[in-house]
């Protein structure tokens, strides 16, 4: 199975921009479809976006459609996360997972990044 390693996390002010990465190894990436997920201090990790094995479906959350795009590039085996018009309460340490099954069963995600944080001061 794949190994995910997410970087791209920091501070930047609201309204600002980041865009994170997620590298997987091994052979079979493109096998997977992919998600980022998040989890602020004190709540449960959420769903924010998936992308099909193929990159030609995506899936977002109501909370992040319209300011985030999620996109992969199977020939460098990275799947990333464009953040847009960032807001306070998009804190959160975001992570990456992949799943076989279709990227909408969100509960099928089984393969985690460690995390990397995100911090948007207003």
């Known amino acids: 199975q794949v190994q995910l390693v997410e970087s791209g996390g920091g501070l930047v002010q609201a309204g600002g921009s980041l865009r994170l990465a997620c590298v997987a190894s091994g052979r079979t990436f493109s096998s997977y479809a992919m998600g980022w997920f998040r989890q602020a201090p004190g709540k449960e990790r959420e769903f924010v976006a998936a992308?099909?094995?193929?990159?030609?479906?995506?899936y977002y959350s109501d909370s992040v459609k319209g300011r985030f795009t999620i996109a992969r590039d199977n020939a460098k085996n990275t799947v990333y996360l464009q953040m847009n018009s960032l807001k306070p309460e998009d804190t959160a340490v975001y992570y990456c997972?992949?799943?076989?099954?279709?990227?909408?069963?969100?509960?099928?995600?089984?393969?985690w990044g460690q995390g990397t944080q995100v911090t948007v001061s207003s």
């Open positions: 992308i099909s094995w193929s990159g030609t479906s995506t």
């Open positions: 997972a992949a799943t076989r099954a279709p990227m909408t069963v969100v509960a099928s995600y089984r393969i």
